[in-house]
């Protein structure tokens, strides 16, 4: 990776392109932008790359996923071409079935995803779950897009709402799921027709159309890895706050000191207005801009024996935690120094903010032998949408376009993304960017 150590001056340098962030979606788009001859600066506040996918090696060596269990899988094909074009699939990746459950009591785990495995609930909960979820697909509505708890219950009724959709999801987003709205829904929740549900309790057949029912993995450093390869050879000045942005008629100029023709920003959508100079945006935008929410997430990586599941998803209300990611089950070196015949990894994970002390005493109670070794707080994690988020996220798109400055990124578009949904995206962006030909 070529890293910029000492700051460019106005006059020594113009770039193609600027990219604020060195997440997934910084390091994508100006690796594009890069393959087609432009001249590309990625700024990083962070000391290392990586943002939300980022890895660390932790006691014994074991590699500790920060926030979340980043997997590769996609069902976009230029996205696969151009992904497979950067890595080598048959000599750095390992390919895994994902094993998803759900446990209430951590000494009953049941099959994921829940409607096509009711009949593991027994006949009575499975027949009224059954006749909800029929009730509520075919009464002659659409399904209820309003808010994303008519949404869930639109489209499984209400037993399965009430048992598992409606808590799980109030843990992890902590507010009412009426206030939510679902436009960031495409493509990250299963859609099941009844019909399939029938048909897979009938048959016992397991579900291979959920999201990363399959997966990739890297064999070494997980999702690190991605991050290091697609470093190599691009410009990242590392530990470099933004802290201004001026548009002078064809010029950028951030931080007084790095200047480009087009400026591409991953960051936090709602530090970008405070950063601006030279761009004329509305109070009432502004204040929305700033009002939009998102959830923390804090976890810890643990040592435990073997799991038999890859995600545990956790709904009940006692227990502060909502999931638990078998991640020394994506690859054996995840495990660093641990005796793989007899032990693991895993990362568990809070929505919000928990102190150590928290995270290890709730661990320590559920008494499934897990050891908590090391503990991560992300402030930003997830985006939570309210029904005019995608409004005002569109009308700021608008106007910083006009000025040369695009979003892109789980907090600059406000969207959900999965890997592969931030790949398209930057995608995407590249083929509507002027690029200046070399």
């Known amino acids: ?25 910084g390091l994508t788009v100006a690796k594009m932008l890069k393959e087609k001859g432009q001249s590309v600066l990625i700024i ?3 000391q290392t790359s990586g943002g939300l996918i980022r890895c660390t090696r932790e006691q014994e060596n074991i590699l500790y996923h920060r926030v979340g269990g980043h997997v590769f899988n996609t069902r976009i094909p230029r996205v696969a071409e151009w992904f497979w074009a ?21 000494k009953h785990n049941f099959s994921y995803p ?33 808010n ?10 209400e037993k399965l709402y009430e048992h598992y959709f409606r808590p799980y999801n109030e843990k992890i987003w902590k507010r009412d799921l009426q206030t939510i709205g679902v436009d960031w829904l495409d493509g990250k929740l299963p859609q099941p027709k009844v019909i399939n549900a029938i048909i897979a309790n009938i048959f016992r057949k397991e579900n291979d159309t959920m999201a990363h029912a399959t997966f990739f993995y890297p064999e070494v450093n997980g999702s690190q890895f991605l991050v290091d390869q697609l470093s190599i050879g691009l410009a990242i ?4 706050a933004v802290h201004s942005i001026s548009v002078d008629q064809n010029e950028i100029v951030v931080n007084g000191a790095y200047r480009c023709r087009q400026l591409v920003y991953t960051g936090d959508l709602r530090a970008l207005p405070t950063q601006l100079n030279g761009v004329s945006i509305t109070d009432s935008l502004r204040d929305a801009i700033t009002d939009l929410s998102s959830n923390s997430t804090s976890s810890a990586l643990c040592k435990t024996g073997k799991l038999p599941y890859s995600w545990l998803y956790v709904p009940s209300p006692e227990y502060k935690f909502h999931r638990i990611i078998h ?17 693991s990894s895993c990362v568990v994970e809070f929505s919000g903010k928990f102190s150590q002390e928290e995270m290890a005493t709730e661990i320590n109670r559920v ?53 592969d949904n931030a790949i398209d995206a930057a995608m995407r962006l590249v083929n509507q960017l002027q690029i200046r030909t070399p």
């Open 1 to 25: 990776m070529l890293t910029v150590s000492t700051p460019i001056q106005v006059s020594e340098k113009k770039w193609d392109a600027i990219v604020i962030g060195a997440g997934i979606s």
């Open 44 to 46: 990083e506040k962070e």
């Open 86 to 106: 950067q890595f080598n699939r048959n000599k750095e990746f390992l390919h895994a079935n994902r094993k998803a459950m759900i446990s209430y009591d951590f």
């Open 114 to 146: 829940i409607e096509s495995h009711l009949y593991e609930y027994g006949p009575e909960f499975c027949a009224k779950a059954m006749e909800d979820m029929t009730l509520a697909q075919f009464s002659g509505k659409a399904i209820d897009t309003s």
């Open 148 to 157: 994303f708890g008519q949404y869930l219950r639109s489209v499984f009724g």
């Open 237 to 240: 000045n590392t530990l470099t």
């Open 327 to 343: 991640t020394g089950s994506f690859s054996p070196t995840n495990n660093g120094k641990l005796d793989t015949t007899k032990l």
């Open 367 to 419: 008494g499934i032998g897990l050891e908590p070794i090391a503990f991560n707080y992300a402030q930003n994690s997830y985006v939570i949408h309210r029904q005019d988020t995608a409004v005002v996220v569109e009308e700021a798109r608008r106007i910083l376009a006009n000025h040369g400055i695009y979003l892109l990124g789980r907090f600059a578009e406000w969207q959900y993304y999965n890997m």
